[in-house]
């Protein structure tokens, strides 16, 4: 995706109107949460100092020679330092239930050899007598030696370089990283300029503003919805795990169409579903008010799957509170180790779902 968004605008001239008073820092730390087109906004501006031949605003000319390089990943001023492509050892291991399909897995931090490598490359002069400009991403998984290794480069900048890091959790990087770098803050946007946006992609016929709002307002996760049938699939699992609760689904046969599909994003789904069931269960409307205090909110609870609400209704109203605290702990955990972990997936999800539908 090669496009502007409008969220952007502003940041955008902020950094332009340093760019014009050249006052650019050595190095930006582009932080905010997931789904705001902050490596959009990197790249953006990565080609945009390379150009040959900015246009308006700024903006990259995607004419010149520089830009056409940028553009075939091929431009000997810019670097991206990303976690590795690993392979993984053995064959589809099935005790995991994994077929073999996917055995190529990033690995989870980017490590100091390569941020030598990059210290190297900035210290090159720039082939083209412009920019240098690297890119890490996410920095947030730069692990403690590859940040120690970068600190030199970002206390002592060698000629005229730029470091982007782009990182959804920058509480993750050392404060000696983050206080050498210049923020820039990513926020949601607005609905009024994220919902159009996001309508003129999608549609209005699989409701955009419902996909916005359980994307908790950030429109390139409600985006990834309408990728293939993630937004069905998300419908599917919430009536099979209705019918599990229910005793109309047997956990053995409800644990396999949990595994099919992302896994991981359908153990997302769940805690989300979970963390709405105790707001359900937690609101003060369903409370009986102590004596002289005044009801405390009226209103129904917002919850983060709004069009899910008569379901998780039904699934908040029989479990005691501490048994929903126990159900959202054991969904995390199931989270963190399929995730991270080499597990039998579909027995976990067995036993999740089996107590789940005693409980
Ligand atoms: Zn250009």
Same mark, same amino acid.
């Given at each position: 995706m090669d496009e502007h968004l409008p969220w952007h605008d502003p940041l955008w001239q902020q950094v332009q109107q340093r760019r014009a008073a050249d006052r650019l820092p050595h190095a930006l730390l582009l932080a905010g949460p997931t789904g705001l087109g902050k490596l959009m906004f990197a790249r953006r501006l990565a080609q945009a100092l390379l150009c040959e031949s900015p246009a308006a605003e700024g903006n990259a000319c995607g004419q010149c020679r520089s830009c056409r390089l940028f553009r075939a990943g091929s431009h000997p001023d810019y670097s991206v330092v990303q976690p590795e492509d690993e392979q993984k050892s053995g064959e589809g291991d099935l005790s995991t239930g994994d077929t073999g399909s996917s055995k190529k897995k990033k690995s989870k931090v980017i490590k100091i050899d390569q941020i030598r490598d990059l210290c190297a490359f900035l210290g090159y002069t720039a082939q083209y007598g412009g920019y240098k400009i690297a890119l890490l991403e996410p920095a947030d998984q730069l692990n403690v030696n590859a940040a120690n290794s970068l600190l030199k480069t970002l206390e002592e900048p060698p000629g005229t370089c730029l470091l982007l890091l782009v990182a959804a959790r920058p509480a993750r990087l050392p404060a000696t990283v983050r206080s050498r770098c210049q923020l820039i803050r990513f926020d949601r946007p607005s609905v009024a300029l994220a919902l159009p946006w996001l309508t003129a992609r999608i549609g209005s016929d699989l409701n955009p503003a419902m996909m916005l709002d359980v994307a908790g307002g950030s429109p390139l996760v409600a985006l990834s919805y309408a990728e293939g049938d993630r937004w069905r699939r998300r419908r599917e699992?919430?009536?099979?795990? !209705?019918? /599990?609760?229910?005793?109309?689904? &047997?956990? $053995?046969?409800?644990?396999?169409?949990? /595994?099919?599909? !992302?896994?991981?994003?359908?153990?997302?789904?769940? $805690?989300?579903?979970?963390? &709405?069931? $105790?707001?359900?269960r937690m609101n003060a409307v369903d409370q009986p008010i102590p004596q002289g205090l005044k009801p405390m909110n009226p209103e129904p609870p917002r919850l983060s799957h709004p069009d899910l609400r008569p379901l998780l209704r039904r699934w908040a109203a029989r479990p005691a509170p501490r048994v929903l605290f126990e159900?959202? !702990?054991?969904?995390?955990?199931?989270?963190?180790?399929c995730t991270t972990a080499q597990v039998n997936a579909p027995l976990l999800l067995e036993a999740f779902l089996s107590e789940a539908a005693d409980g």
């Open positions: 699992l919430a009536e099979s795990y !209705d019918q /599990t609760l229910t005793g109309r689904l &047997d956990p $053995i046969l409800a644990a396999e169409a949990w /595994t099919q599909g !992302d896994l991981a994003e359908n153990l997302r789904w769940l $805690i989300g579903w979970h963390t &709405d069931l $105790i707001r359900l159900r959202l !702990d054991a969904a995390v955990r199931l989270h963190t180790l």
